[in-house]
């Protein structure tokens, strides 16, 4: 596969853009909004069909809209006026969510279908899909000691169960729509995306961000274990969302029509991420292997050689770094919070619980109890 150079950057970028993120409200839209923001877009939708008081991040500048994206209607009134289209809407989650609720994951199948519909209704320039690491063919991720997966190796297909069918399929409706109705698709698949402002509780979160909780709950408990899905020994790689942001940038206003992996290249086993949270937490902890528990396929990583031959480009955050950000912001929501909740319930004898730089009406602060679904 052969790709026409980039001269000059991006040949399609966000400035004086109209721009709507789809799943706005979630980990890596609620990111992209305030990127979009940065590049100068003229104007940035954003939609979710959850309460705005549940969204990770709300940004002043953006004209924020609750909007059930399954349905066309509402697709439309998204779409209405908006020159690019970044689609990050999904029902999903870390395995223990999408091993066990397949047919919620395919039902976003409907998302990727009407936002294509609408766009290609309302003129859009260009559309981004974010696809997975799931579509890859199994058979290829038995092994820890993995072979970086290559873009061809989506096929012949057998994705993930579920969710994996849902990103393929939907990845070959972006390429039909290019080709049949001269929208412009773009289609990254994401690698274990992690960082601050994500989920990190309630069953939908990833490794990463279960595992700085775990640390953070064994740290203030004082239990001194640690539970572990699987036997420690499954590899992964991790991308943390500044690249991520990076990556999509770039795909989005690239020339590449076909699916790039947008993944790290950094392999660890989960037992090593695990030991990068401790060595951050400064604890050590016992282990409690759950070899019942969902835990995916024996290993992935990312090839990147599409990615840096069209864009000269990869992930470069090393993943120590990155968990040490994810730590922190994951640590002051746990224990933060927890203190500040305390002196919530002793009114009488509270100061202001407000940092200084904080006011409780203001949007954009990262603690404000209004904004973070914690
Ligand atoms: P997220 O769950 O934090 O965000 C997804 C958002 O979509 C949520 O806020 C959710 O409320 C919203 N949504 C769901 N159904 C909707 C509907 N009917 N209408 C409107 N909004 C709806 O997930 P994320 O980690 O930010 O992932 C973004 C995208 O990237 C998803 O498509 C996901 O499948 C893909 N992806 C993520 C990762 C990762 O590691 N985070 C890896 C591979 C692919």
């Known amino acids: 596969m052969s790709f026409p150079p980039l001269s ?45 008081e549940d969204w990770y991040q709300v940004h002043i500048g ?10 066309l209607a509402d697709c439309r009134i998204a779409c209405e006026d908006v020159d690019v289209v970044f689609n990050l809407a999904a029902d999903m989650g870390g395995m223990g969510f999408i091993e066990n609720n397949k047919a919620l994951c395919m039902l976003s199948v409907l998302i990727n279908t009407h936002l294509l519909m609408a766009s290609r209704d309302a003129d859009v320039e260009r559309f981004f899909f974010s696809s997975s690491a799931c579509v890859y063919n199994a058979e290829k991720q038995r092994d820890a000691d993995v072979v970086p997966l290559r873009e061809e190796d989506a096929y012949p297909a057998l994705p993930e169960d579920g969710y994996g069918w849902e990103k393929l ?15 412009e698709t773009r289609v990254a698949r994401f690698h274990n995306i992690y960082g601050p402002h ?7 979160e990833k490794a990463p961000a279960a595992i700085c909780r775990k640390v953070i709950e064994a740290k203030y408990s004082g239990t001194g274990s640690i539970e572990i899905w699987g036997d420690g020994t ?10 991520c942001l990076d990556g999509i940038e770039l795909i989005h206003g690239g020339p590449v029509t076909e699916p790039l992996n947008l993944g790290s290249r950094e392999l660890v086993t989960i ?12 604890v050590r902890l016992v282990r409690d292997y759950r070899l019942d528990a969902p835990q995916g396929v024996a290993g992935r990583n990312s ?16 993943l120590s770094d990155g968990m ?40 954009t602060g990262p603690t404000s109890p209004a904004r973070d679904n914690t």
């Open 8 to 52: 000059g950057g991006f040949d399609h970028d966000l400035r004086g853009k109209r721009v709507l993120i789809a799943g706005a409200g979630g980990f890596i839209g609620g990111h992209l909004a305030r990127r979009a923001l940065e590049r100068g877009a003229a104007f940035v939708r954003c939609a979710d069909v959850k309460l705005l």
């Open 234 to 243: 499954q590899t992964r790689s991790f991308t943390y969302i500044d690249d």
């Open 198 to 204: 994500g989920t990190f509780s309630g069953g939908r």
């Open 169 to 183: 399929f939907s990845e070959r409706m972006c390429r039909h729509f290019r080709e049949d109705f001269g929208l």
């Open 303 to 318: 090839d990147n050689t599409q990615i840096l031959a069209a864009y000269d480009w990869e992930p470069t955050t090393a």
């Open 271 to 282: 037992e090593r991420l695990v030991e990068i949270v401790e060595d951050i937490a400064a």
């Open 324 to 363: 040490e950000r994810t730590y922190a912001w994951i640590h002051d929501r746990m224990v933060s919070w927890d203190r500040f909740a305390e002196r919530m319930r002793a009114p009488l004898t509270m100061q202001s619980p407000w940092p200084d730089s904080f006011s409780p009406t203001s949007s």
């Open 62 to 71: 953006c004209e924020n809209l609750i909007l059930d994206l399954a349905r």
